[in-house]
């Protein structure tokens, strides 16, 4: 899978690197934090492992250039699958951001009205799945499951951001936390995440 492998990488080259250049090991310890908290955008530690840069230079200074060809090729492999389609969905109100949602091949990270929601996909993301992120097709994101899209009104056909929508929380008999509901600006009640 494209984040476990890029996940390797990292910490590899992190364990390389850090006792030599204290700064460098911070900032893979940043893509790894990063990383684990969502898609990571490979492009924001690409140049780290482009010739000629902080690692390359690191390893040749202190010995470890062969190693240094290695995780480069096993950057350079994982980055190509790990390609992140981010959809960015905007209020019909404030045209402030409503929903973001990140696609890669293992799983989806989508924050908005409700908070943050993760779905792994180990077989990975349908075609249709895939081309309603791209295009931030909210209709369609809805229709596949609407805990993508909390922030999208069906009845509207139109999507708010936190700012307005109206949400509540309900609790099942024994008290525990059941689903969360909202209200559009317009009045129409659905349920948000369950």
């Known amino acids: 899978m494209s984040r476990a492998a890029l996940i390797a ?16 090991g911070r900032e893979l310890d940043g893509h790894l934090r990063e990383l684990v908290m969502g898609p990571l955008h490979p492009s924001a530690c690409a140049i780290l492992f482009a010739p000629t840069g902080p690692l390359q230079e690191l390893a040749l200074d202190t010995g470890w250039g062969d190693g240094f060809l290695d995780l480069a090729d096993r950057f350079d492999a994982a980055a190509a699958t790990a390609a992140v389609t981010r959809a960015r969905i905007t209020c019909a109100n404030c045209s402030m951001t409503a929903c ?68 509540w929380e309900e609790f099942d008999d024994d008290g525990f936390h059941d689903a969360v509901y909202g209200a559009c600006p317009h009045g129409h009640e659905r349920l948000l995440q369950d």
């Open 100 to 167: 973001v949602i990140d696609l890669d091949a293992d799983g989806l990270r989508r924050e908005g009205v409700v908070g943050t929601l993760g779905l792994p996909m180990p077989a990975g993301p349908s075609a249709r799945l895939r081309a309603a992120v791209a295009s931030a097709d909210a209709r369609t994101l809805h229709e596949i499951n609407l805990e993508l899209v909390p922030c999208f009104c069906p009845v509207c056909a139109a999507s708010y951001c936190a700012a307005h929508w109206r949400t």
């Open 9 to 24: 990488v990292l910490t590899d080259a992190r364990t390389l690197a850090a006792p030599h250049d204290a700064d460098v």
